[in-house]
């Protein structure tokens, strides 16, 4: 369907066919917007954008914004795009009218790897909440920080076990938010990411041998990292991202990654070590009544 009123837009369903397409418009948006480098890969992409309905709009066969949402669940999904050059337009507001209406009456996640202030302002004026934000920031890898060790702190690399699981459990059992996932599917999900870098992932442990913290590398991403409520502020979780730059440095990256939530102390901590800001990632909800 052509619609002479939106600069001859063309309206239709995509699919797998057109996941060059996706990978464009998505690396048109982190250009401008910043957000997670990792959206455009093919299989983040598939489970953003490939969605069971799809709607994109062409110009001139170009893909210029693109919306799907799932419905198998409760709330439906749904993640949409639109190219910055098309923002401005209602290009925006028709997708996620549509996407509303698929949702009916199972309410609406949204979920945003790319961040614009623009998008936000459309989805809270539609009533939807933003539940989650996290800054994903970027380290050049040039350039290395220097951190004491703690004393008594001794590392070693991971092994994917009980003790690993209630380490991370400990680390983070105290945030806003926190689900606690099963040990095992927790365990697994590291062990079939062909990403994950067991050979520079490390444990801490204190003087009596016990576990104070961790941290898991996959690919160039410091994945997570957690110090034990009783050993924050000795520097431990200082020391294991410098360590992680450094292993990562020694590997032949260039460049470091991590994500951290908006509320996350850590924070300011990662700045101090060298980390920029590379954009933002959140999520938006709407119950229904």
């Given at each position: ?25 998505a ?23 490939l ?54 009456d199972?309410?609406?996640l949204?979920?945003?790897?790319s ?16 539940t ?18 703690p ?5 070693e ?10 380490t ?13 996932p ?7 999900e ?25 941290f898991?590398?996959?690919d ?20 294991l ?15 470091a ?17 060298g980390?920029?800001?590379?954009g ?7 119950r229904?009544?």
């Open positions: 369907m052509v619609d002479p009123g939106r600069d001859a837009l063309t309206w239709k369903e995509f699919g797998e066919e057109h996941l060059a397409a996706l990978a464009e418009l690396e048109a948006c982190l250009a401008v917007d910043g957000g997670l480098p990792l959206f455009t890969s093919s299989p983040l992409l598939r489970a953003r954008l969605q069971s309905r799809t709607l994109g709009a062409w110009h001139e066969g170009g893909l210029v914004a693109a919306v799907s949402v799932g419905t198998a669940g409760q709330p439906a999904t749904s993640t949409g795009l639109v190219n910055p050059a098309w923002r401005g337009r209602g290009v925006g507001s028709r997708l996620l009218s549509w996407a509303d209406e698929q949702a009916g199972a309410g609406l949204l979920t945003t790897e961040w614009n202030p623009g998008a936000d302002a459309l989805f809270t004026a539609r009533g939807f909440e933003r989650f934000v996290e800054w994903v920031l970027r380290h050049d890898l040039t350039a290395l920080p220097e951190v004491a060790h004393d008594g702190v001794t590392t690399p991971v092994t994917l076990d009980s003790e690993l699981f209630a991370y459990r400990a680390s983070f059992a105290g945030r806003p938010g926190f689900v606690e099963v040990a095992e599917e927790w365990l697994d590291l062990r079939e990411d062909d990403g994950y870098r067991p050979d520079l992932s490390l444990i801490a442990r204190g003087p009596d041998g016990t576990a104070v913290g961790f898991n590398i996959i160039n991403w410091i994945d997570q990292v957690g110090v034990v409520p009783a050993w924050r502020g000795r520097r431990v979780g200082a020391h991202v410098a360590r992680a730059l450094r292993s990562l440095a020694a590997d032949g990256a260039r460049e990654w991590l994500c951290v939530n908006d509320n996350n102390p850590a924070a300011s901590l990662y700045q101090r070590l980390f920029h800001d590379a933002r990632r959140a999520r938006y909800l709407r229904r009544a």
